[in-house]
């Protein structure tokens, strides 16, 4: 079983950035997936968690709005864009399966 989070990187405040996660070793579309994030000296938030038909989304109060989670079971990726990027947002990134697996993360930074 692998997750592998990809896309973030360096934005600035406003901007946008779509991070991706790559699944494999098990049976995508049958389990809800999520995003977690954790910024620096904080622990591990929720953000997001989408259905395993990719028909119901979830999301923390502070991102509802900006970003939007979804899926391409055909690929077995699962999607984050962020839009309206904020620099409390800076933090590492990780996708979660509702089987337990957890990916090694993707860091996003909100700067000017």
């Known amino acids: 079983v692998q997750l592998v989070e990809s896309g973030g990187g360096l934005v600035q405040p406003g901007g946008s950035l779509r991070l991706s996660c790559a699944a494999s070793?098990?049976?995508?579309?049958?389990?809800?997936m999520g995003w977690y994030r954790q910024a620096p000296g904080k622990g591990l938030e929720w953000v997001a968690e989408?259905?395993?038909?990719?028909?119901?989304?979830y999301y923390t109060d502070s991102v509802k709005g900006r970003f939007t989670a979804s899926r391409d079971n055909a690929k077995n990726t699962l999607y984050l864009q962020m839009n309206s990027l904020k620099p409390e947002d800076t933090a590492m990134y990780y996708c979660?399966?509702?089987?337990?697996?957890w990916g090694q993360g993707t860091q996003v930074t909100v700067s000017s």
């Open positions: 979660a399966a509702s089987q337990g697996s």
């Open positions: 070793g098990f049976t995508f579309d049958n389990y809800y």
């Open positions: 989408i259905n395993s038909g990719g028909d119901s989304t």
